[in-house]
């Protein structure tokens, strides 16, 4: 393309030029983001594209406004000694002597560019076309760009071949609910639109393609979150004759690379730890590893103990280190009531004071119900020195893992941007995560998951199984977290049909029932299925943490508010009478 004097549009981008530029002629074109007057003719216009911003001296510049699209050529010039600006990346130089063409008058914007201005985020994704402009949005929308080029490269690089799969699909069992499609040709029958591409992956491998992988669009309709769309995109990973150390390092290149190429900063190895470390040390199965303060057991010390609050099946700790002096008793009651709603009965909090005599001792709070021997036992258990805080719950052990692991994060989690990526391996997931009403057990991660080996004969032995026993069962399900977050779930399929229909039998899901949800599944396996494992990961999860945001919608160009609506497009949004007939739909009124 070319200006209307004949040349190039543009000959170079605001933000790349320097002083070793100066003294060329250039063209460059954006946006108008600041006016300056500077003489009664002379205005600085800051010109603005997606490289950054460059300062032009324009004479009668009256008309050009904030936002107005154009293109100025001038030559490039240091600017004045003393007027330098090292703030910014073009500061040492200025465009001189320029001629600016009007290229598209905006109206005023519908609020501030620039980042220190909080704007409703409503009024962001209506106008996300004007949002976007921002510098901060178009390093997010490069950085997400960059982490699927460093993903398909690293997944090229090691064999694997991008399949797409359907998004008009009919339901995978992923767990959430699904978004459906009206089918026009049959009407009062429905597509599901995918969850993931689970079940073709699978099939890819029945299918002789050895190694598959997808940046794939997948849908839930479930609440959202900081972390959480009803779109979303993810690496999809599936390999046969693969173990789950194949699939780990797999997807641990293709991460790291990632990491490399938008953070510059090599994540070295990724550790690894088992569900169960994850929820007695931690109490999560996602820790943010980045900081100590664990879980410490208490049950042993307060076996026989006299004091009631500590007569539990469990007790656990932490502590925080300085908290005596820091947390005032405002702040500790505060901690009480938040544990109180996350669901503990109570929060046992201590302080550590130094003895005359040297040692450690606990005072305030509930101190004076233990013995000194409990006491002693507790601050050893902690690793306490004066100064420190200590508080402890005792309960069902689930409900203290979940309660101090919540409290744990309160009090310890570092910013989203301190420069350290924690990737960790969570393996060795139990097959069920509890029990529903009916006493069946619900899949942690999707029936297809392969048990772990060491308890596959008990699962096999078809002796009756209770809840206890069933939950005791883990699996062969891995998730992979990153500073807290979980990015992303795998497993090692099952295989074999028998081991699938036991599987189901325990579920509760009759023959009938899994050949009329899976049985196109079933049916492949019978063909010859190779053994395969397999995983998928967040990237809008990934791409946020890498640009140390906190919420997903930085990074996705046009994403759904809180509520799940669209304000710029309005979705969703009621369809005409007509296409409802054809699609042989009617709406009942609300409820
Ligand atoms: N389909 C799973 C998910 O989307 C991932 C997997 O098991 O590969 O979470």
Redesign the pocket.
Known sequence: MTGSDGTAMRTDLCGRLGAGEAGRSVAVCGWVDRRREHSEHLAFIDLRDHTGVLQCVVDGARDLRSEYVVRITGTVTLRPEGTANPALATGEIELQDCEVELLSRAEPPPFPLDERTDVDETLRLRHRYVDLRKPRMQRNLRARAAVNRAIRRAMDAQGFVEVETPMLIASTP?GARDFVVPSRKEPGSFYALPQ?P?IFKQLTMVGGVDRYYQIAR?LRDEDLRADRQFEFS?L?VEASFATRDDVLGFVTRAVAEATVEVAGHDPGTFERMTWHDAMERFGSDKPDTRFGMELAELTPIFADTQARVFQAPCVKGICLTGGAEDLPRSRVDELVATCQRWGAKGLAWMRVVATEEGGSALDAGVAKFLSPDEGAAVIEALEARPGDMVFLVADERPLVRHVLGLLRLELGRPPVNDGRFNYLWVVDFPLFEGLNAEGEPIPS??PFTMPHTDDLPLLMSGQPLDGEALLGIRSQAYDLVLNGWELG???VRIHRRDIQQRIFEVLGIAPDEAQERFGFLLDAFRYGAPPHA???VGLDRLGALLVAEENIREVIAFPKTQSGADPLTDAPSPIADTHLQELGLRVLPPA
Do not use: I, L, P, T
Request: aromatic fraction near 8%; proline fraction near 0%.
């Open positions: 992923e993931s689970q997948c993810q999809d991660h999707h779930s795998g497993s397999g995983f998928a």
